[in-house]
């Protein structure tokens, strides 16, 4: 028997903001992100700097674990915030902000912008949700796949997410798509890159 699944969302859910603390959660200011990013990269150069000291050990794979979380988390949280508007005052730096951490993260940065906003319209719809990152309903295959990360690997060595018929990129202008369509090769790339610099034996 099929469990019967049903939307939920803060009115179905019982959940009362009041519209003041609403409206003061909105507030965008630009100084705590500029602090967030100078933190970041003083994190950065100093597990960079572990990679660095570990080249040639067995300690490299475990700081460039390190390394790579600690540049991979925040500019995703970074790439979603910006891709909304949300994360500074100023548009510019939203803006700025936005292209620097999306390609830091791999991600054409309008295509990151489109499909995240496709994702809000059609929130948990199969074939219109162009980032659902499964189906449902869940199966035990599906969430091993997940936990293990192995569907995000069948993704990128077969048919990238950008391409999903899911994806409906069609209202924007022609310069747009080609400019998304012809630097999406840039993930691959720059992931083959990285991994032959990183197992390069000199």
């Given at each position: 028997?099929?469990?019967?699944?049903?939307?939920?969302?803060?009115t179905s859910s019982g959940v009362r903001l009041d519209p003041k603390v609403i409206k003061s959660l909105r507030r965008r200011k630009n100084g705590p992100g500029l602090v967030f990013l100078l933190q970041w990269g003083l994190v950065l150069t100093s597990t960079g700097w572990l990679v660095w000291s570990a080249?040639?050990?067995?300690?490299?794979?475990?700081?460039?674990?390190?390394?790579?979380?600690?540049?991979?988390?925040?500019?995703?949280?970074?790439?979603?915030?910006?891709?909304?508007?949300?994360?500074?005052?100023?548009?510019?730096?939203?803006?700025?902000?936005?292209?620097?951490?999306?390609?830091?993260?791999?991600?054409?940065?309008?295509?990151?912008?489109?499909?995240?906003?496709?994702?809000?319209?059609?929130?948990?719809?199969?074939?219109?949700?162009?980032?659902?990152?499964?189906?449902?309903?869940?199966?035990?295959?599906?969430?091993?796949?997940?936990?293990?990360?192995?569907?995000?690997?069948?993704?990128?060595?077969?048919?990238?997410?950008?391409?999903?018929?899911?994806?409906?990129?069609?209202?924007?202008?022609?310069?747009?798509?080609?400019?998304?369509?012809?630097?999406?090769?840039?993930?691959?790339?720059?992931?083959?890159?990285?991994?032959?610099?990183?197992?390069?034996?000199?």
């Amino acid at each position: 028997m099929t469990a019967r699944l049903a939307p939920t969302n803060a009115t179905s859910s019982g959940v009362r903001l009041d519209p003041k603390v609403i409206k003061s959660l909105r507030r965008r200011k630009n100084g705590p992100g500029l602090v967030f990013l100078l933190q970041w990269g003083l994190v950065l150069t100093s597990t960079g700097w572990l990679v660095w000291s570990a080249m040639g050990t067995e300690w490299v794979w475990l700081a460039m674990l390190v390394h790579g979380g600690m540049l991979t988390l925040p500019a995703y949280a970074l790439s979603h915030e910006t891709a909304h508007g949300t994360a500074y005052r100023a548009r510019w730096l939203n803006e700025t902000v936005l292209w620097f951490s999306s390609i830091l993260y791999m991600e054409e940065p309008l295509h990151r912008r489109y499909t995240h906003t496709n994702h809000h319209t059609y929130t948990w719809h199969q074939n219109l949700d162009s980032q659902m990152p499964f189906d449902l309903p869940m199966t035990l295959r599906i969430w091993v796949l997940e936990i293990a990360g192995l569907s995000y690997l069948a993704s990128e060595s077969g048919q990238p997410d950008a391409f999903r018929p899911a994806d409906d990129l069609t209202h924007l202008g022609s310069r747009d798509r080609r400019f998304i369509s012809a630097s999406l090769s840039y993930r691959a790339t720059g992931t083959n890159g990285l991994c032959a610099v990183f197992t390069h034996d000199p």
